[in-house]
């Protein structure tokens, strides 16, 4: 089981999926780092219609931050907000708490379930996790219907 999940974090890390820019005027440009590792990353984000309609990201860093970004961007493309922040949740719970994660649900994301043990690299997995809320929480307008 580990090695099968070490082989899709390789993969993704390798071959990360939505690299790159997002050519869009109205796309959402957020450069966010983890400095207990050194990684580096900038998300591009469109959202419309309260729904992520595409998602990128360019960056550099270790596996584990690397493979976690393009998982989470496969995850997320095409999601509504409150589909999003479930899933984001759900990751942040599976790391920081080790909480039993649904492969159902987090796909090939579960691979990283492993880093709660690992507590130095916490902030490696969660980063791009991290930069998409604070990317979603500058833009308050997709949450305004819940009222
Ligand atoms: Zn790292």
Redesign the pocket.
């Known amino acids: 089981m580990e090695q099968l999940y070490r082989q899709t974090i390789m993969d993704h890390y390798k071959q990360p999926r939505n690299y790159g820019k997002l050519a869009d005027d109205d796309a959402i440009v957020l450069p966010y780092k983890?400095p207990?590792?050194?990684?580096v990353m900038i998300l591009y984000m469109l959202l419309q219609d309260d729904c992520i309609q595409d998602i990128k990201f360019e960056g550099s860093?270790?596996?584990?931050?690397m493979a976690s970004c393009s998982m989470m961007t496969e995850l997320v493309k095409r999601k509504s907000v409150r589909e999003v922040s479930q899933l984001l949740e759900q990751f942040t719970s599976m790391i920081k708490e080790g909480a039993e994660p649904d492969e159902d649900v987090l796909e090939d994301a579960v691979s990283l379930s492993g880093v709660h043990k690992l507590r130095g690299?916490h902030?490696?997995a969660l980063?791009g996790w991290q930069a998409l809320q604070k990317s979603l929480e500058q833009h308050p307008v997709t949450l305004e219907n819940h009222n």
């Open positions: 983890n207990t590792c050194g990684d860093g270790c596996s584990i931050s690299r902030n490696c980063m």
